[in-house]
T-cell receptor
Framework: ETGVTQTPRHLVMGMTNKKSLKCEQH?????MYWYKQSAKKPLELMFV???????ENNSVPSRFSPECPNSSHLFLHLHTLQPEDSALYLC?????????????FGEGSWLTVV | AQSVTQLDSQVPVFEEAPVELRCNYS??????LFWYVQYPNQGLQLLLK??????LVKGINGFEAEFNKSQTSFHLRKPSVHISDTAEYFC????????????FGSGTRLQVQP
Protein backbone atom coordinates (compact mmCIF):
# COMPACT_ATOMS: atom_id res chain seq x y z
CA GLU A 1 0.00 0.00 0.00
CA THR A 2 1.42 3.37 -0.99
CA GLY A 3 1.77 6.15 1.57
CA VAL A 4 -0.68 8.45 -0.19
CA THR A 5 -3.75 6.91 -1.83
CA GLN A 6 -6.04 8.74 -4.24
CA THR A 7 -9.46 7.69 -5.53
CA PRO A 8 -10.76 7.54 -8.13
CA ARG A 9 -7.78 7.20 -10.44
CA HIS A 10 -9.86 8.27 -13.42
CA LEU A 11 -12.99 10.42 -13.51
CA VAL A 12 -15.05 11.70 -16.42
CA MET A 13 -17.70 14.26 -15.55
CA GLY A 14 -20.03 16.65 -17.29
CA MET A 15 -19.92 20.37 -16.69
CA THR A 16 -23.09 20.27 -14.58
CA ASN A 17 -22.01 17.35 -12.39
CA LYS A 18 -20.84 17.41 -8.79
CA LYS A 19 -18.12 14.96 -7.86
CA SER A 20 -15.33 14.62 -5.31
CA LEU A 21 -11.76 13.41 -5.30
CA LYS A 22 -10.53 11.63 -2.20
CA CYS A 23 -7.06 11.37 -0.71
CA GLU A 24 -5.81 9.41 2.28
CA GLN A 25 -2.31 9.43 3.73
CA HIS A 26 -0.93 6.62 5.88
CA UNK A 27 2.31 8.35 6.88
CA UNK A 28 1.24 10.17 10.02
CA UNK A 29 1.93 13.55 8.41
CA UNK A 30 0.46 16.85 9.57
CA UNK A 31 0.10 18.59 6.21
CA MET A 32 -1.77 17.72 3.02
CA TYR A 33 -1.85 19.37 -0.38
CA TRP A 34 -3.71 19.45 -3.68
CA TYR A 35 -1.69 20.15 -6.83
CA LYS A 36 -2.98 20.47 -10.40
CA GLN A 37 -0.81 19.12 -13.23
CA SER A 38 -1.70 20.26 -16.75
CA ALA A 39 0.21 19.43 -19.90
CA LYS A 40 3.28 21.59 -20.45
CA LYS A 41 2.64 23.71 -17.34
CA PRO A 42 4.34 23.74 -13.94
CA LEU A 43 2.60 21.93 -11.15
CA GLU A 44 0.20 24.38 -9.60
CA LEU A 45 -0.37 24.39 -5.87
CA MET A 46 -4.10 24.64 -5.20
CA PHE A 47 -4.55 24.16 -1.47
CA VAL A 48 -2.52 23.36 1.63
CA UNK A 49 -3.84 22.16 4.98
CA UNK A 50 -1.19 22.23 7.68
CA UNK A 51 -1.45 22.31 11.44
CA UNK A 52 -5.20 22.96 11.12
CA UNK A 53 -4.59 25.99 8.90
CA UNK A 54 -5.74 26.27 5.30
CA UNK A 55 -3.67 28.12 2.73
CA GLU A 56 -4.96 28.54 -0.77
CA ASN A 57 -3.81 29.82 -4.10
CA ASN A 58 -6.00 32.82 -4.80
CA SER A 59 -6.08 32.01 -8.49
CA VAL A 60 -7.99 28.75 -7.93
CA PRO A 61 -11.64 29.14 -9.01
CA SER A 62 -14.39 28.67 -6.46
CA ARG A 63 -15.72 25.66 -8.38
CA PHE A 64 -12.97 23.75 -6.55
CA SER A 65 -13.69 23.32 -2.85
CA PRO A 66 -11.33 21.45 -0.48
CA GLU A 67 -12.27 19.68 2.71
CA CYS A 68 -9.91 18.26 5.32
CA PRO A 69 -11.90 16.48 8.06
CA ASN A 70 -8.75 15.21 9.81
CA SER A 71 -5.01 15.00 9.27
CA SER A 72 -5.27 11.77 7.26
CA HIS A 73 -8.02 12.63 4.79
CA LEU A 74 -8.40 15.30 2.15
CA PHE A 75 -11.17 15.87 -0.38
CA LEU A 76 -11.51 18.07 -3.42
CA HIS A 77 -15.15 18.80 -4.23
CA LEU A 78 -15.84 19.64 -7.86
CA HIS A 79 -18.90 21.40 -9.26
CA THR A 80 -19.76 23.10 -12.55
CA LEU A 81 -16.29 22.52 -13.93
CA GLN A 82 -15.03 23.68 -17.32
CA PRO A 83 -13.20 21.65 -19.98
CA GLU A 84 -9.97 23.50 -19.17
CA ASP A 85 -10.13 21.95 -15.70
CA SER A 86 -9.26 18.59 -17.24
CA ALA A 87 -5.91 17.63 -15.71
CA LEU A 88 -4.12 15.31 -13.33
CA TYR A 89 -4.87 16.23 -9.72
CA LEU A 90 -2.17 15.20 -7.30
CA CYS A 91 -2.58 14.87 -3.58
CA UNK A 92 0.47 15.02 -1.34
CA UNK A 93 1.44 15.05 2.31
CA UNK A 94 4.41 16.01 4.47
CA UNK A 95 5.47 16.35 8.07
CA UNK A 96 5.92 20.05 8.67
CA UNK A 97 9.23 20.82 10.36
CA UNK A 98 10.96 23.24 8.03
CA UNK A 99 11.08 24.14 4.36
CA UNK A 100 13.27 21.08 3.81
CA UNK A 101 10.38 18.69 4.37
CA UNK A 102 9.97 16.01 1.74
CA UNK A 103 6.54 16.00 0.13
CA UNK A 104 5.12 12.58 -0.71
CA PHE A 105 2.74 12.35 -3.66
CA GLY A 106 -0.09 10.04 -4.54
CA GLU A 107 -0.46 8.62 -8.04
CA GLY A 108 -3.01 11.22 -9.00
CA SER A 109 -6.58 11.37 -10.23
CA TRP A 110 -7.05 11.94 -13.95
CA LEU A 111 -10.02 14.24 -14.46
CA THR A 112 -11.73 14.76 -17.81
CA VAL A 113 -14.50 17.35 -18.07
CA VAL A 114 -16.78 16.91 -21.06
CA ALA B 1 8.42 35.53 -4.71
CA GLN B 2 10.30 32.52 -5.94
CA SER B 3 10.37 30.79 -9.31
CA VAL B 4 11.98 27.85 -11.04
CA THR B 5 13.02 27.60 -14.68
CA GLN B 6 13.80 24.33 -16.36
CA LEU B 7 15.49 25.33 -19.57
CA ASP B 8 14.79 22.19 -21.59
CA SER B 9 11.31 20.74 -22.06
CA GLN B 10 12.70 17.57 -23.65
CA VAL B 11 16.12 15.92 -23.57
CA PRO B 12 16.72 12.93 -25.87
CA VAL B 13 19.78 10.84 -25.07
CA PHE B 14 21.14 7.43 -25.97
CA GLU B 15 21.43 4.68 -23.41
CA GLU B 16 24.69 4.72 -21.40
CA ALA B 17 25.39 8.34 -22.35
CA PRO B 18 25.72 11.05 -19.68
CA VAL B 19 22.93 13.55 -19.18
CA GLU B 20 22.44 16.93 -17.52
CA LEU B 21 19.02 18.44 -16.83
CA ARG B 22 19.20 22.16 -16.14
CA CYS B 23 17.40 24.09 -13.42
CA ASN B 24 17.67 27.73 -12.42
CA TYR B 25 15.80 29.39 -9.58
CA SER B 26 15.13 32.83 -8.25
CA UNK B 27 14.37 33.71 -4.66
CA UNK B 28 14.94 36.64 -2.36
CA UNK B 29 15.85 34.39 0.57
CA UNK B 30 17.82 31.22 1.22
CA UNK B 31 16.31 28.19 -0.44
CA UNK B 32 16.01 24.49 -0.25
CA LEU B 33 16.14 22.73 -3.63
CA PHE B 34 14.60 19.46 -4.78
CA TRP B 35 14.47 17.19 -7.81
CA TYR B 36 11.47 14.92 -8.26
CA VAL B 37 10.86 12.25 -10.93
CA GLN B 38 7.53 11.18 -12.38
CA TYR B 39 7.36 7.85 -14.20
CA PRO B 40 4.41 7.26 -16.57
CA ASN B 41 1.06 7.01 -14.80
CA GLN B 42 2.61 7.59 -11.41
CA GLY B 43 2.91 10.41 -8.89
CA LEU B 44 6.11 12.31 -8.15
CA GLN B 45 8.95 10.68 -6.26
CA LEU B 46 11.83 12.49 -4.55
CA LEU B 47 15.22 11.99 -6.25
CA LEU B 48 17.33 14.24 -4.03
CA LYS B 49 17.33 17.51 -2.12
CA UNK B 50 19.77 20.21 -1.10
CA UNK B 51 19.41 21.65 2.37
CA UNK B 52 22.87 22.98 3.30
CA UNK B 53 26.50 21.90 3.47
CA UNK B 54 28.17 20.18 0.53
CA UNK B 55 27.01 21.61 -2.76
CA LEU B 56 27.11 18.18 -4.44
CA VAL B 57 24.11 16.11 -3.51
CA LYS B 58 23.72 12.43 -4.33
CA GLY B 59 20.32 10.88 -4.80
CA ILE B 60 18.67 7.64 -5.76
CA ASN B 61 19.21 5.72 -9.01
CA GLY B 62 22.71 7.17 -9.54
CA PHE B 63 21.59 10.77 -9.93
CA GLU B 64 23.40 13.73 -8.42
CA ALA B 65 22.94 17.50 -8.47
CA GLU B 66 25.18 20.45 -7.77
CA PHE B 67 24.02 23.61 -6.06
CA ASN B 68 25.65 26.75 -7.44
CA LYS B 69 24.62 29.80 -5.46
CA SER B 70 26.37 32.37 -7.66
CA GLN B 71 24.63 31.04 -10.77
CA THR B 72 21.40 30.22 -8.90
CA SER B 73 21.41 26.78 -10.49
CA PHE B 74 20.75 23.22 -9.37
CA HIS B 75 21.48 21.02 -12.38
CA LEU B 76 20.80 17.28 -12.26
CA ARG B 77 23.31 14.83 -13.71
CA LYS B 78 23.79 11.14 -14.31
CA PRO B 79 27.00 9.73 -15.84
CA SER B 80 25.29 6.84 -17.66
CA VAL B 81 21.53 6.62 -18.24
CA HIS B 82 19.33 3.56 -18.68
CA ILE B 83 16.12 3.04 -20.60
CA SER B 84 14.34 2.90 -17.25
CA ASP B 85 15.34 6.53 -16.56
CA THR B 86 12.83 7.69 -19.17
CA ALA B 87 10.50 9.94 -17.19
CA GLU B 88 9.56 13.54 -16.41
CA TYR B 89 11.91 15.35 -14.05
CA PHE B 90 10.85 18.33 -11.94
CA CYS B 91 13.00 20.84 -10.12
CA UNK B 92 11.44 22.57 -7.11
CA UNK B 93 12.28 25.19 -4.53
CA UNK B 94 11.11 25.94 -1.01
CA UNK B 95 12.09 29.14 0.73
CA UNK B 96 10.17 28.60 3.93
CA UNK B 97 9.10 32.23 3.87
CA UNK B 98 5.67 31.40 5.18
CA UNK B 99 4.77 28.99 2.40
CA UNK B 100 4.53 25.37 3.43
CA UNK B 101 4.80 23.92 -0.07
CA UNK B 102 7.07 23.69 -3.08
CA UNK B 103 7.24 25.79 -6.24
CA PHE B 104 7.88 23.55 -9.23
CA GLY B 105 9.40 24.09 -12.64
CA SER B 106 7.55 23.04 -15.78
CA GLY B 107 9.45 19.76 -16.05
CA THR B 108 11.94 18.13 -18.42
CA ARG B 109 11.05 15.01 -20.32
CA LEU B 110 14.08 12.68 -20.43
CA GLN B 111 13.82 10.23 -23.34
CA VAL B 112 16.44 7.50 -23.28
CA GLN B 113 16.86 5.74 -26.61
CA PRO B 114 18.50 2.34 -27.19
Amino acid sequence: ETGVTQTPRHLVMGMTNKKSLKCEQHLGHNAMYWYKQSAKKPLELMFVYSLEERVENNSVPSRFSPECPNSSHLFLHLHTLQPEDSALYLCASSQIRSGADTIYFGEGSWLTVV
Amino acid sequence: AQSVTQLDSQVPVFEEAPVELRCNYSSSVSVYLFWYVQYPNQGLQLLLKYLSGSTLVKGINGFEAEFNKSQTSFHLRKPSVHISDTAEYFCAVSDWAGRRALTFGSGTRLQVQP
